[in-house]
């Protein structure tokens, strides 16, 4: 049991280490709003999004304070696997990182690095003035930290198919995302994400993230999709988006009541 003096204990990563499925949502509208209602909603986890979505550290530092309370395990995506972008994530306060274009083993083992306190890695050490150890008030925050960050990765390109087996091999590398539009598009298959071809490798990927012992993740716009992801052995769901419900929602009141016109 994690001691109330340290790193608090990360629910998502034992989830996952225990074989659960969990269910989450995309967060792109950068609002502490609509995190705050989703983070309520049941989902297993939310994405916060640092990568497609306008946000700055600031901005992800208050969405996390909107997820306190509810269901969801906030996972954080970082622009790219840089050493200080993962450093100020973990130290506002996030223990679950998605970091995007993960093409090869050394990018993979050096986004580990930035991600663990020597000697595992070379996180930068300034617990004292961060979030994460309560500003200093959780004096054994050094002691379990690493333990208790989940890290995972996203491959969306066919250079990282072609390395996978090398990717897999990393031990403290906590699961893989499937990323299926960008993924299609350096197939050859750009806006298809849902193409036969792609689909294809996409089922094959999982089985083989599921078979080397890491948990696959993956984000899905149909039931159908989802269902044959839970077959294959994906573990983190993503289901949908804040953007995608709100614009499908105020479409179709838009057009319930528009007014048709005569002849």
Same mark, same amino acid.
């Given at each position: 049991? %994690?001691?109330?003096?340290?790193?608090? #204990?990360?629910?998502?990563?034992?989830?996952?280490?225990?074989?659960?499925?969990?269910?989450?949502?995309?967060?792109?509208?950068?609002? +502490?709003? %609509?995190?705050?209602?989703? *983070?309520?909603?049941?989902?297993?986890?939310?994405?916060?999004?640092?990568?497609?979505?306008?946000?700055?550290? *600031?901005?992800?530092?208050?969405?996390?304070?909107?997820?306190?309370?509810? +269901?969801?395990?906030?996972? &954080?995506?970082?622009? #790219?696997?840089?050493?200080?972008?993962?450093?100020? &994530?973990?130290?506002?306060?996030?223990?679950?990182?998605?970091?995007?274009?993960?093409?090869?083993?050394?990018?993979?083992?050096?986004?580990? =690095?930035?991600?663990?306190?020597?000697?595992?890695?070379?996180?930068?050490?300034?617990?004292?003035?961060?979030?994460?150890?309560?500003?200093? =008030?959780?004096?054994?925050?050094?002691?379990?930290?690493?333990?208790?960050?989940?890290?995972?990765?996203?491959?969306?390109?066919?250079?990282?198919?072609?390395?996978?087996?090398?990717?897999?091999?990393?031990? =403290?590398? /906590?699961?893989?995302?499937?990323?299926?539009? /960008?993924?299609?598009? /350096?197939?050859?298959?750009?806006?298809?994400?849902?193409?036969?071809?792609?689909?294809?490798?996409?089922?094959? +990927? +999982?089985?083989?993230?599921?078979? *080397?012992?890491?948990?696959?993740?993956?984000?899905?716009? %149909?039931?159908?999709?989802?269902?044959? *992801?839970?077959?294959?052995?994906?573990?983190?769901?993503?289901?949908?988006?804040?953007?995608? &419900?709100?614009?499908?929602?105020? %479409?179709?009141? #838009?057009?319930?009541?528009?007014?048709?016109?005569?002849?």
């Amino acid at each position: 049991m %994690t001691s109330s003096n340290g790193a608090p #204990a990360n629910a998502f990563r034992a989830a996952l280490k225990r074989g659960e499925v969990l269910i989450g949502f995309w967060q792109g509208l950068t609002s +502490t709003e %609509t995190v705050e209602i989703s *983070a309520h909603a049941g989902f297993d986890w939310l994405l916060l999004d640092g990568e497609h979505a306008p946000n700055d550290m *600031a901005m992800l530092r208050e969405q996390l304070r909107a997820c306190a309370g509810g +269901t969801a395990h906030p996972v &954080v995506r970082v622009v #790219a696997g840089e050493d200080w972008m993962l450093k100020q &994530v973990l130290d506002i306060g996030y223990q679950t990182v998605l970091v995007p274009m993960i093409d090869t083993a050394e990018q993979a083992e050096q986004a580990v =690095r930035a991600c663990l306190y020597a000697p595992e890695g070379q996180r930068g050490v300034g617990a004292a003035l961060a979030r994460a150890s309560g500003f200093g =008030r959780r004096a054994q925050y050094l002691a379990n930290a690493n333990d208790e960050v989940c890290i995972l990765l996203q491959i969306e390109s066919v250079k990282a198919l072609e390395n996978l087996d090398e990717i897999l091999k990393i031990e =403290r590398v /906590d699961g893989l995302f499937i990323g299926p539009a /960008d993924l299609s598009t /350096d197939m050859g298959y750009r806006g298809q994400p849902a193409h036969p071809e792609v689909r294809k490798v996409i089922r094959e +990927t +999982t089985r083989k993230i599921r078979a *080397a012992g890491k948990a696959p993740g993956i984000l899905l716009g %149909t039931q159908e999709h989802v269902a044959e *992801a839970r077959e294959d052995g994906a573990q983190f769901i993503a289901v949908g988006s804040d953007v995608g &419900v709100f614009r499908q929602a105020v %479409t179709q009141l #838009a057009q319930s009541y528009r007014i048709p016109t005569a002849g």
